[in-house]
C-alpha cells in the first residue's frame, strides 16, 4: 500500500492499493468494512481495508431521526452493549397523531400496524452511533480517511471499476492551484462499495454507466429537517415516540413529522415531506417551522432551547426502486441504492443489513482470488434475507400516500393490518419527482408567517447551528448545466422553486439596481442535502463534492 512516486509538474496522482475501497463512512460503509475484517479474523487471512469520507470526521455529515431498530446491529456486533455502543433509551410509548390546523387525534394503539410500533427499539443520535462504529472498525484495521472526499470513478481497459480519486485539495474558486494545492490520490481496489447516502453523486454516474435503475422504478425521495431542542424536565418524557401526519401539509402532499424524547432533557423533531409535490410555491423548511406552532407540539418546545438543525434527503422508493446492486469491481449498498423502509421512517438498520451482506460476498470473492468482476452472489443473499421481506411487505406505502392521506391511510391500514404485508397486489412509481412540479399560474403564493426567533426560527440561523463551512475560495461544487436555465425557465415557468426547496438559503434570486434578476448561488451554505439535485424541474443543477472536509459539522444528529 506504499504509495507511488508523483510529479508536481506532471500532475501525476499518488495512488495506493487495496483489496477493497469503500466511498462513504455512514452505517452502511462501516458496517461493510468491519464485517470484512470479521470475516477475515475467522478465517485468519489478511485483508486491506478503507473508507473514504468527505466529512471533517466521521459523524460529521450524519443526520436522521432517529428511532433504530437493533436487528442488523446485533448481527453485526451480537456484544453491542457490551462493548458501549450509545443505544441508551428505549422507546416507551408510541403516538400516532392526525393533526388538523388546531386539533390533533390520536389512533387508537390497537389500529396502528406493526410498522408504526416500536417496542423494542432505541431513540438514539444516528452520528454518535455513526462515530461509535467507526471506532469499531479501526481497531480491526481499517483504514478510515476522513476529510477525502472521493470525486472521480476511476475503470480499468475493460470497463471495470478499479477505484476511485479524491479531489484535489487548494484550488481557487477560479480553478487554478492556490499556494495550499496537494493533489488528489488514487485509491485501487479489487472492489469498490459505493455507501455514500441518498444521492450519491458517484453513485448517479454508476447508474448511467451500467443503466442500473432500467428495470426499477424511478426513485422517489423525501426532505427530512430535523431539529435537536433541550426542553425542561417538566416537559420531557424520555422514550416518547410521536408521529404525525396531515397539517400543515395538505391532503394531497405525502409527507410526515416525528417528534422523539431522547435522553437529557433533549427532543428530536422533525418534518419529512415528499419530493414530489407539485406546488412551486410550497417551502419544506416553512413548513416545518409552522408545524412546531401546533399546540399538541409546542407544548413540548415552550421554554425550550433549540440546539442544532439539519437537512438531509431520503430515498423512499422502496422495494420497487432499488437499482440493480452491482456492476463489473464494486457495488452499492445502504442508501445509495434506496436500502429505506418509508413506512417505518426507518433506513439505518436497513443500511447495516444490506453492508453486510455486500461484504459477505466480497469477501467470498476474494478468498476466491477473483477481482474487478460482478458480485452476484450479493443481489441473491438479500433475496433470501429478512431486509427483503421486510421492504416487500412495505412496498405499496410511498405509492398509497402519494395518493393523498386520506386514501393512503386505509390503504396502508388495509395492506398492513389486515393483510399482513402479504397483498397480491404491487403498485409502481410513474414518474421522479422533478417531474411533478407544477407550473406556478396553477396556484397562489402560500403566506408563511415571519419566524419569532424563539419557536420558529429563518433558514440562516438554522445553517448556523448546523456548523455548516466551506472554504471560500474553492470551485463551486453547485453547477449549472446552462446558466440562463433559472431565469428563463424557472423562475419564468415556476416562480423560482429553488429558493424555496432549499433549506439552507443556498438558493436567492436577486435584482440588482434595477437590473434583471440573476440568480445567485450561495455555495458556503450547503448543508449537502441533495434537494436541488432532486427537485430541479430542469435537471440543470448538478450536485458535486466540494473540496473534502467542507459542509455540516453535527456533533450529536
Given at each position: ?45 489478511e485483508m486491506s481495508v478503507c473508507v473514504l469520507e468527505k466529512g471533517s470526521e466521521i459523524g460529521a455529515h450524519i443526520v436522521s431521526g432517529a428511532v433504530m ?84 470513478i476511476l475503470y480499468g481497459a475493460h470497463g471495470a471499476v478499479k477505484g476511485v480519486a479524491t479531489g484535489n485539495l487548494g484550488i481557487g474558486r477560479d480553478g ?43 426513485q422517489v425521495y423525501g426532505l427530512g429537517i430535523k431539529e435537536l431542542w433541550e426542553v425542561p424536565a417538566a416537559q420531557h418524557q424520555p422514550g416518547l415516540v ?316
Amino acid at each position: 500500500m506504499s504509495p507511488t512516486p508523483f510529479s508536481d509538474q506532471s500532475g501525476q496522482r499518488e495512488s495506493m492499493e487495496y483489496d477493497v475501497v469503500i466511498v462513504g463512512g455512514g452505517p452502511a460503509g462501516l458496517a461493510a468494512a468491519i464485517h470484512l475484517k470479521q470475516l477475515a479474523q475467522q478465517k485468519g487471512a489478511e485483508m486491506s481495508v478503507c473508507v473514504l469520507e468527505k466529512g471533517s470526521e466521521i459523524g460529521a455529515h450524519i443526520v436522521s431521526g432517529a428511532v433504530m431498530d437493533p436487528r442488523a446491529l446485533s448481527e453485526l456486533f451480537p456484544d453491542w452493549k457490551a462493548r458501549g455502543a450509545p443505544l441508551e433509551t428505549l422507546v416507551t410509548e408510541d403516538r400516532f397523531l392526525f393533526l388538523t390546523s388546531k386539533r390533533a387525534y390520536q389512533a387508537p394503539a390497537w389500529i396502528l400496524p406493526e410498522t408504526f410500533k416500536n417496542h423494542g427499539n432505541y431513540l438514539i443520535s444516528l452520528a454518535n452511533v455513526v462515530r461509535w462504529l467507526g471506532r469499531q472498525a479501526e481497531a480491526l484495521g481499517v483504514e478510515i480517511f476522513p476529510g477525502f472526499a472521493a470525486v472521480e470513478i476511476l475503470y480499468g481497459a475493460h470497463g471495470a471499476v478499479k477505484g476511485v480519486a479524491t479531489g484535489n485539495l487548494g484550488i481557487g474558486r477560479d480553478g487554478q492551484p492556490t499556494e495550499q494545492f496537494q493533489p488528489g490520490l488514487e485509491l485501487h481496489a479489487k472492489y469498490t462499495l459505493f455507501c455514500e447516502g441518498a444521492r450519491g453523486h458517484l453513485g448517479r454516474q454508476l447508474q448511467e454507466k451500467y443503466q442500473l435503475s432500467a428495470d426499477s422504478d424511478p426513485q422517489v425521495y423525501g426532505l427530512g429537517i430535523k431539529e435537536l431542542w433541550e426542553v425542561p424536565a417538566a416537559q420531557h418524557q424520555p422514550g416518547l415516540v410521536i408521529h404525525t401526519a396531515g397539517w400543515p401539509l395538505d391532503h394531497a402532499t405525502y409527507g410526515g413529522s416525528f417528534l422523539y424524547h431522547m435522553a437529557n432533557q433533549q427532543v428530536a423533531l422533525g418534518l419529512v415531506v415528499g419530493l414530489g409535490y407539485q406546488n412551486p410555491y410550497l417551502s419544506p423548511f416553512e413548513e416545518f417551522q409552522r408545524y412546531k406552532t401546533h399546540p399538541a407540539i409546542r407544548s413540548f418546545l415552550d421554554g425550550g432551547k433549540r440546539i442544532s438543525y439539519g437537512a438531509r434527503a431520503i430515498a423512499a422508493g422502496g422495494l420497487m426502486s432499488l437499482p440493480k446492486l452491482v456492476f463489473p469491481g464494486g457495488a452499492l449498498a445502504g442508501c445509495e441504492a434506496g436500502f429505506l423502509n418509508a413506512a417505518r421512517i426507518k433506513g439505518s438498520h436497513a443500511a447495516i443489513k444490506s453492508a453486510m451482506l455486500l461484504a459477505a460476498a466480497t469477501f467470498e470473492a476474494l478468498v476466491e482470488g477473483r477481482q474487478g468482476d460482478t458480485l452476484h452472489a450479493y443481489p441473491q443473499a438479500f433475496k433470501h434475507s429478512w431486509l427483503y421481506q421486510e421492504l416487500s411487505r412495505a412496498r405499496n406505502f410511498k405509492q398509497w400516500m402519494s395518493k393523498g392521506l386520506t386514501l393512503g391511510t386505509l390503504m396502508t391500514g388495509l395492506e398492513q393490518k389486515l393483510l399482513g404485508g402479504k397483498m397480491p397486489w404491487t403498485l409502481h412509481h410513474r414518474q421522479a419527482d422533478h417531474e411533478s412540479l407544477k407550473p406556478a399560474a396553477q396556484f397562489q403564493p402560500i403566506a408563511y408567517p415571519k419566524p419569532d426567533g424563539k419557536l420558529t426560527f429563518d433558514r440562516l440561523s438554522s445553517v448556523f447551528l448546523s456548523n455548516t463551512n466551506h472554504a471560500e475560495n474553492q470551485p463551486a461544487h453547485l453547477t449549472l448545466k446552462d446558466p440562463t436555465t433559472p431565469i428563463d425557465v424557472n423562475l419564468r415557468l415556476y416562480a423560482g422553486p429553488e429558493a424555496r426547496y432549499c433549506p439552507a438559503a443556498v438558493y436567492e434570486f436577486v435584482a440588482d439596481n434595477n437590473k434583471p434578476p440573476h440568480l445567485q448561488i450561495n455555495a458556503q451554505n450547503c448543508v449537502h442535502c441533495k434537494t436541488c439535485d432532486i427537485k430541479d424541474p430542469t435537471q440543470n443543477i448538478v450536485w458535486v463534492a466540494p473540496e473534502g472536509g467542507g459542509g455540516p459539522n453535527y456533533p450529536n444528529m
